[in-house]
């Protein structure tokens, strides 16, 4: 099934590159795996409602711990790991929030393997279901707001436009590093990312 392919593709891409071997391409691979998760999603929310065979969930088993991939991403992202989104484009005007690039990819995949074992285990209706479901509630959300930061990071690079300062209050790190500082990082990780000098 190639919504299940679209998933387990992402997952396991999202895994590979946490483990930080290739630090220089980590942004471009996130953004293409991100890109064709939500070709995946754009797929379950034109599709009509996914009714399990099931009337209440299966047990899936533990749900596995994202801790250790939301701490390597984190750690290979870390001077552009922040970004600022507004929720709901359709709700009341409200400010930015500050949210995490690492955080947001590890939450998404840990909802993606949760379909992953009801798939695995030949729950295909309960796995497409959930993928719809978790898409339509969360995580379609979350991934658009990850590639548009993405895709900004790459914008300010290629574009040579400065990122901006990260505003007061909003830099949800504790490192240490002034606004300045964080901003010369992502600048210099993009660009080297891009072979671009700077």
């Known amino acids: 099934m190639q919504i299940a392919d679209s998933v387990e593709s992402f997952v396991l891409a999202v895994t590979e590159v946490a483990k930080g071997d290739e630090p220089g391409s980590a942004v471009s691979l996130l953004l293409l795996e991100v890109s064709q998760l939500l070709l995946a999603g754009g797929r379950l929310g034109a599709i009509e409602d996914v009714v399990p065979d099931d009337r209440f969930e299966p047990d899936a088993g533990p749900e596995p711990d994202g801790e250790q991939l939301r ?20 709700g009341p005007p409200e400010k930015p929030n500050a949210f995490r690039i ?22 295909v209706s309960e796995a497409l279901w959930w993928w719809q479901f978790s898409y339509l509630s969360n995580w379609g959300t979350t991934c658009s707001a990850v590639l548009r930061a993405l895709q900004s990071l790459i914008a300010h690079v290629r574009l040579d436009s400065p990122l901006g300062a990260v505003p007061d209050g909003a830099d949800t790190d504790d490192d240490g590093l002034t606004d300045e500082q964080l901003e010369q990082q992502a600048g210099d990780l993009m660009a080297a990312e891009l072979g671009l000098k700077r």
């Open 71 to 90: 701490e390597r991403l984190a750690a290979l992202l870390a001077p552009i790991d922040v970004y600022h989104e507004v929720f709901d484009p359709y």
């Open 102 to 123: 690492s955080d947001d990819l590890a939450g998404v995949v840990g909802e993606l393997q949760h379909g992953l074992t009801h798939y695995r285990e030949g729950r």
